[in-house]
């Protein structure tokens, strides 16, 4: 009797390490989260045997997820920072694999009232950082600007902080919202409004064209302007990994990055890297 309980126990105990093996999850950046869903969504219907579990939280939330072994796949839309991958190495004695699978034009959001059609990155620092208060500043109309963002732990909050205000603190009543979606919205019914986020949401919204300095041209987050190099805030979306894949979880990101995969990357509205 002993004997056969010890074999049903290996059985169950192989049976269920067989179809954790099977699941697939993947935690992390709102900007990527609608990208992420299509993407398991697409696998799992030529994939019958394997399931994709899809959650968002921000970048930051999934890269703690990746450290602390409760998700497979961190979404992040910003890159890991080193006290990150230091605390991957303690634990697993490995710094991360980083897999880039998209890139996008971090879009600054305006109402669709809103007269004005472009700025520059000087421009937006000084509205996020609270110097610029009122849209006449800037040749728009005489009304207060009203500043919304995300919120800390969104790898979109840091992209901005780092390459548009250059490490400078966000003004103290900017509105602070829990995904990019949410930020849409809030321009969408104010007028006086603006946001930033990925390109992919911009929808009852419109793109102010940004550029560099007071003397460059001013470009939109059009394919073309991203692949070029010529919209000034560009940046990859990326999939971060323990160690470097194997098995389904190899499949998966080979497919990701295949023809099929990158195709789906043009459809939600980021730009394929292949």
Known sequence: MKKIIAVVILLIATLGF????????????DTLVILAQRWAEKYMQSHAGITIQVTGGGSGVGIAALINGTTDIANSS????????????????????EVKVAK????????EKNSLKELSLEQIKDIYTGKIKNWKEVGGKDSKVIVYGRENSSGTYVFFKDNVLFGADFLASMQSLPGTAAVVNAVIKDENAI??????????????????????KAYEPTE?????????ISRFLYLYLRNRPTGELKNYIDWILSKEGQELVSKVGYFPVR
């Open 18 to 29: 067989y179809l954790q093996s099977n699941v697939i999850t993947v935690k992390g950046s």
């Open 78 to 97: 910003r890159p890991m920072k080193p006290s990150e991958r230091e605390k991957l190495k303690q634990r697993y004695n490995s710094l991360g694999v």
């Open 104 to 111: 996008d034009g971090l879009s600054v959001y305006l109402n």
């Open 195 to 216: 946001g930033f986020g990925g390109a992919a949401y911009a929808k009852g919204i419109k793109y102010v064209a940004v550029k560099k300095d007071n003397k460059s």
């Open 224 to 232: 073309e302007n991203i692949k070029n190099n010529n919209y000034p």
